[in-house]
């Protein structure tokens, strides 16, 4: 019974219909990872040993960012994902020499020993943090270890994508002009209600959203990008990405 709940939830925030859905929103998500791409292409690693956190099936992956290491341990607490990430990015990785390892784990609550094992790789969260809230219920503990993470961190290359808010549209279309949507400003003013009245406004917010819980994952002088997923067609949220180099 255990199984098959973890097999279609993995604890309510990925499994099976994590997976049905991404497959079926390919095209509508493309945008946002063409955004994806090109922050990570900016983004320069000092490591070539990746520790990737809740990569799932690498969906909103691109393949020039994993190509940019020599090994990279994958955690994730779904069981479909390590079989799914193969399937998706094994063959090329292969191919060019990658080797990946794949771990069934909470990563988040084992982060201190994660890191104490490969002392050497950098760590990017892979739109993993903002579903934080949704496995731990209390929202003050939630906050308190999400802010918590960049001290954890110290001293290591690390980078994170992440839901911020998340709520219900008017139904708009992401157009191809892409660039006008994304935006990059440094994390302390990501916290400024004029900031986010306008992300809001900009994609049709209607009726309450949600708050992900993950505004102080970065220091206020971290340079971070903002970019909309249209996640579903009248339901969006607005993504927050950032490097930080120790
Ligand atoms: C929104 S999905 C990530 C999508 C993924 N980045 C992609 O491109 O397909 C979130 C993933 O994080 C995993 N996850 C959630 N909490 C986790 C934790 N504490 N440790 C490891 N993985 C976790 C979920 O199982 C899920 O696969």
């Given at each position: 019974?255990?199984?098959?709940?973890?097999?279609?939830?993995?604890?309510?925030?990925?499994?099976?219909?994590?997976?049905?859905?991404?497959?079926?929103?390919?095209?509508?998500?493309?945008?946002?990872?063409?955004?994806?791409?090109?922050?990570?292409?900016?983004?320069?690693?000092?490591?070539?040993?990746?520790?990737?956190?809740?990569?799932?099936?690498?969906?909103?992956?691109?393949?020039?960012?994993?190509?940019?290491f020599?090994?990279?341990?994958?955690?994730?607490?779904?069981?479909?994902?390590?079989?799914?990430?193969?399937?998706?990015?094994?063959?090329?990785?292969?191919?060019?020499?990658?080797?990946?390892?794949?771990?069934?784990?909470?990563?988040?609550?084992a982060?201190?020993?994660?890191?104490?094992?490969?002392?050497?790789?950098?760590?990017?969260?892979?739109?993993?943090?903002?579903?934080?809230?949704?496995?731990?219920?209390?929202?003050?503990?939630?906050?308190?270890?999400?802010?918590?993470?960049?001290?954890t961190?110290?001293?290591?290359?690390?980078?994170?994508?992440?839901?911020?808010?998340?709520?219900p549209?008017?139904?708009?279309?992401?157009?191809?002009?892409?660039?006008?949507?994304?935006?990059?400003?440094?994390?302390?003013?990501?916290?400024?209600?004029?900031?986010?009245?306008?992300?809001?406004?900009?994609?049709?917010?209607?009726?309450?959203?949600?708050?992900?819980?993950?505004?102080?994952?970065?220091?206020?002088?971290?340079?971070?990008?903002?970019?909309?997923?249209?996640?579903?067609?009248?339901?969006?949220h607005?993504?927050?990405?950032?490097?930080?180099?120790?």
């Amino acid at each position: 019974m255990g199984l098959i709940r973890d097999l279609i939830h993995a604890g309510g925030t990925g499994g099976l219909s994590w997976h049905v859905q991404a497959f079926h929103a390919r095209k509508r998500w493309q945008p946002t990872l063409q955004l994806i791409d090109q922050f990570l292409a900016q983004v320069n690693p000092k490591s070539d040993h990746l520790l990737l956190i809740g990569g799932s099936a690498g969906w909103m992956m691109p393949p020039n960012w994993l190509a940019r290491f020599k090994r990279i341990d994958a955690y994730d607490i779904d069981p479909l994902a390590p079989w799914l990430f193969d399937g998706q990015h094994g063959k090329r990785l292969k191919t060019q020499g990658i080797q990946v390892q794949h771990h069934r784990q909470d990563a988040l609550a084992a982060l201190p020993e994660i890191l104490k094992e490969h002392p050497q790789a950098c760590v990017w969260f892979d739109n993993v943090l903002g579903q934080h809230r949704f496995r731990v219920r209390d929202e003050a503990r939630v906050e308190h270890e999400l802010a918590q993470l960049k001290t954890t961190l110290k001293g290591r290359h690390w980078g994170s994508l992440h839901d911020v808010w998340s709520g219900p549209t008017d139904g708009r279309l992401l157009p191809a002009g892409l660039n006008v949507w994304s935006h990059h400003v440094m994390a302390k003013q990501g916290l400024e209600p004029a900031f986010s009245q306008k992300l809001l406004a900009s994609v049709g917010a209607k009726d309450a959203w949600h708050d992900h819980l993950t505004s102080h994952v970065f220091a206020h002088n971290t340079h971070t990008t903002w970019m909309p997923w249209a996640f579903k067609p009248n339901y969006w949220h607005w993504l927050q990405a950032g490097w930080v180099s120790a």
